[in-house]
């Protein structure tokens, strides 16, 4: 890495934070500063500390697009941050300098202080596990709802990437680099785990497991390691969706078929919903499998600006389902896993509109 550079400095706490850019560039400046900012407070909270005194980003031109995490050096292409034109009014922008930079720092900790055995999965302990770092990250600054977002992207290209596959699929857990696994789908899989499990738990594993095998040699970790950390700090009816997710290859086709609304006398709404699942197995080669299931996933319920009226758990069986809830505030949308947490076949056909029936009727209370 060469050039002409600018430098823009900052700091947190006693890091000093540098990014080389060429002039001209100044765009995203201040996303990539606050990305690292972030980033340092929530890893080094959930994880452990950051192991050195500066942290440097270095432009260079886009002759590639990717960013690399060197130890505190990040050579970043001006490509997928420096040139970037992220529209925060837009709704289907990314903020990909914020977050391509969260996942690099990620590294700092994945696999710079714990490095997998060089045996199948090895890459989700890096690349995945900087992945849900970095979509932490990303949650704490923009809200969960923005990232449905990012989730449907990466869904989008894990399902483009399975369907492109010459030779089979593994499970996440044996990802053997096969980017549309251990980058898109575990995207998914890690925020829904997250969302399943909870981030205290999740995190506390990963934290146990670079307790365990960070900054030391052999033996080195492997995935099968870090699933015992995880499930023994998993309840027991939450196991299988460990296994399902990181051990299994499970699709959904969730559909939202009927949506209703009537307004009750009180200014409250009773919407009902009517929602078709199927749970599908599929092994390596592609061959799937529907089976009878019962797992809980959201309902939603949003007004005509996006807000959730109601968002909530319930128990989901494969077929028909229908659902009557009541919500203040007009609803214009509901569906099944209106987040796109879920690996679905088709997730556009999570939401529908809500069909407002404008007569009355009585209350609870039968007032």
Known sequence: LSGRYEVIQDKWNDVNIE???????????????????????YYTKNFGPYQHKQYRIIEFPRYATFAQSFPNTIPFSEGIGFI??????????????????AHEMAHQWWPHQMIGANVQGSVMLSESFA??????????????EKMKKFLKYELDRYLF?????????????????????????????????KDYLGAKTLNAAMKEALGK????????MTTIDFLELLKKRVPSDKIPIVEDMLEKIVLFENRSMQAEAQKLLD?????TLKVTSKKIYSDKNGKELEHDFKQEMDIGILDKDKKYLYLKKHFI????????????????????????????????????????????????TGI
């Open 317 to 364: 069986s494969n077929g028909e389902n229908k659902f009557v809830i009541t919500v203040t505030g007009q609803p214009a949308k509901a569906g099944i896993d209106p987040l796109n947490i879920l690996i679905d076949k088709n997730s556009g056909d999570n939401l529908i509109s809500v069909q407002v029936v404008e007569e009355k009727k009585l209350n609870k």
């Open 19 to 41: 990014i080389y850019y060429h002039k001209g560039h100044e765009y995203n400046l201040q996303r990539m500063i606050k990305a690292t900012k972030k980033s340092l407070d």
């Open 84 to 101: 970037a034109k992220v529209d925060d009014a837009v709704e289907t922008d990314i903020d990909y300098p914020f977050y391509v930079n």
């Open 161 to 193: 990437g399975r369907g492109q596959e010459s030779k089979y699929e593994s499970p996440l857990y044996l990802s053997e680099g096969q980017d549309y696994i251990h980058y898109r789908k575990a995207s998914v899989i890690f925020y829904a785990l």
């Open 213 to 220: 095998f960070g900054n030391r040699g052999a033996p080195y």
């Open 131 to 144: 992945q849900y770092s970095a979509l932490m990250v990303m949650e704490e600054e923009y809200g969960r």
């Open 267 to 271: 200014g409250t709404f009773e919407v």
